[in-house]
């Protein structure tokens, strides 16, 4: 991505962080993309090799373990990760529960959590959505009441990237008898020390095959009252609205290195492949299709780009990040079904890369808020 970052935020340090993340990913993760496929689930040793090099904790304060960096440098992370094809490593949640700390946690919270997440002894997941409840955080009917100094905590999660490896999880549970989003509040469970605790079954999906997304059990589960964010409850609703913002930017930004990766994979592949006598790549429709795909590659750049600008500068607003989700997922999915067309049959075998890259794709225009949703959410900003 080093040439591929537009220069206004761009600094030689992010050059070089491309370039050592690549090295990275190339060694550790793109040679076993297949093998996690299969077995459902990344290697647990490739967390705590990720944490030693840096990648975990570019972001996170030189205090609790990490770089001190700004977010941008994991942005340039995801970016090369997505550009391998691999989509098993749900490492990004990393990123975005470590700044829930960051932003909202006490000091008490920041040390004690902080150093695992940059190392990878602790890997996180944010358990958000229920099997009755999506999009809509505030009806969320998980619960966690106070007890004697203790959150006893009833109620179950869906979908939950690194489900069946997080060892931390931000809940998303109600406190409060207070309706809405009043009575919503962020709880760490650190499952180890989690009685009542249970993980579902690893669930099976369209794709993202090495993923494990999976459900989770709360059966009068009780940690202490230091674990709510913050140090006191109804605060959730708030704390969830303004690290989605983050959220959202970053599946806009992993669409932005999946779209690299198949238009490369598939210009490459038309110069290669022949028709009626002709490379592929030579007739007009073949062109016509990339020439199309890269353009929307280039708006895409182009804005996340200036989303990141602002990221750093601090003023990145929900819409316009709600805009960075969902052009990019949709730009995403519909590049993914230009350059599969383009491979013809084999690129409904599913052992083709651009296969599995057009079925990962589907989610992106899910998770982190339904792409319906954040239409509404970029419409009010309208109604002023």
Not at 353 to 380: C, H, T
């Amino acid at each position: 991505m080093s040439d591929a970052i537009p220069a206004g935020w761009k600094s030689e340090d992010h050059v070089l962080y491309a370039d050592a993340s690549r090295q990275f990913l190339a060694q550790e993760v793109s040679p076993h993309i297949e093998r996690w496929r299969k077995q459902g689930v990344v290697d647990r040793e490739l967390w705590t090799k990720a944490g030693e090099a840096g990648f975990l904790g570019a972001s996170i304060p030189e205090a609790y373990g990490g770089g001190g960096a700004p977010r941008s440098f994991d942005a340039v992370f995801f970016y090369e990760h997505a550009r391998t094809g691999d989509s098993g490593w749900g490492v990004a949640i990393q990123s975005i529960v470590s700044h829930y700390i960051t932003a909202y946690g006490s000091e008490e919270q920041k040390q004690r959590w902080l150093p695992g997440l940059a190392s990878g002894e602790r890997i996180a997941a944010v358990a958000m959505t229920e099997p009755g409840c999506g999009s809509d955080l505030q009806a969320v009917s998980t619960v966690a009441e106070l007890e004697n100094g203790q959150l006893r905590i009833n109620g179950s999660k869906t979908f939950i990237t690194n489900g069946q490896m997080a060892n931390l999880i931000c809940l998303v549970a109600r406190t409060g008898e207070v309706a809405g989003a009043k009575g919503v509040s962020l709880v760490f469970v650190e499952t180890e020390d989690a009685p009542g605790f249970r993980r579902g079954q690893n669930l099976e999906k369209l794709g993202m095959k090495g993923q494990d997304t999976s459900e989770l059990f709360f059966e009068d589960v009780r940690v202490p009252e230091s674990n709510l964010l913050g140090g006191s409850g109804g605060h959730g609703f708030i704390q969830l609205m303004k690290q989605l913002v983050w959220e959202r930017l970053l599946i806009g930004v992993v669409a932005l290195g999946a779209m690299d990766s198949m238009v490369e994979a598939t210009a490459s592949y038309t110069k290669e492949r022949k028709l009626f006598s002709r490379r592929l790549f030579d007739l007009q429709n073949t062109r016509m299709k990339l020439a199309e795909a890269k353009t929307k590659a280039e708006v895409l750049r182009s804005f996340i780009g200036d989303c990141l600008e602002r990221l750093d500068r601090g003023t990145l607003d929900p819409a316009t990040a709600s805009m960075a989700k969902w052009w990019g997922s949709q730009m995403q999915c519909e590049v993914a079904d230009e350059c599969l067309q383009l491979f013809g049959g084999y690129g409904y075998m599913a052992e083709y890369p651009i296969a599995q890259a057009f079925s990962d794709a589907r989610a992106q225009k899910i998770y982190g808020g339904a792409n319906e949703v954040m239409k509404e959410l970029i419409a009010r900003s309208l109604d002023v």
